[in-house]
């Protein structure tokens, strides 16, 4: 088992930046790719941004392509994502996943094994 426990999460205007930050306990950290994803109120849970479990191969969606960026410190068993340039449609719930195919980055959230309860961002225009 894999425990994951998202913060970061608040309510910022339209332009700014938040950080992500999802810890990780239990099993060996590195041993997972790990994925960001969002889900809005009535929309299905939508990929946000992937990391290999040794943090050389990233992979984002394209609504958040050059605006978030997505890092690991397996020292410290935690994946950050990092927002900018935030918009109202960033809004929504956050979660980070936890994947161990071994097959390449996945955008799929049937892929991930374990999921993080969730942290909140409401992003005001």
């Known amino acids: 088992q894999v425990q994951l426990v998202e913060s970061g999460g608040g309510l910022v205007q339209a332009g700014g930046s938040l950080r992500l930050s999802c810890a990780a306990s239990?099993?060996?950290?590195?041993?997972?790719?790990m994925g960001w994803f969002r889900q809005a109120p009535g929309k299905e849970r939508e990929f946000a941004a992937a990391i290999s479990r040794g943090g050389a191969n990233t992979n984002y969606a394209d609504s958040v392509k050059g605006r978030f960026t997505i890092s690991r410190d397996n020292a410290k068993n935690t994946v950050y994502l990092q927002m900018n340039s935030l918009k109202p449609e960033d809004t929504a719930v956050y979660y980070c996943?936890?994947?161990?195919?071994?097959?390449?980055?996945?955008?799929?959230?049937?892929?991930?094994?374990?999921w993080g309860q969730g942290t909140q961002v409401t992003v005001s225009s």
């Open positions: 996943a936890a994947e161990s195919t071994r097959l390449g980055l996945r955008v799929g959230a049937r892929e991930y094994d374990y």
């Open positions: 239990g099993r060996t950290f590195s041993n997972y790719d």
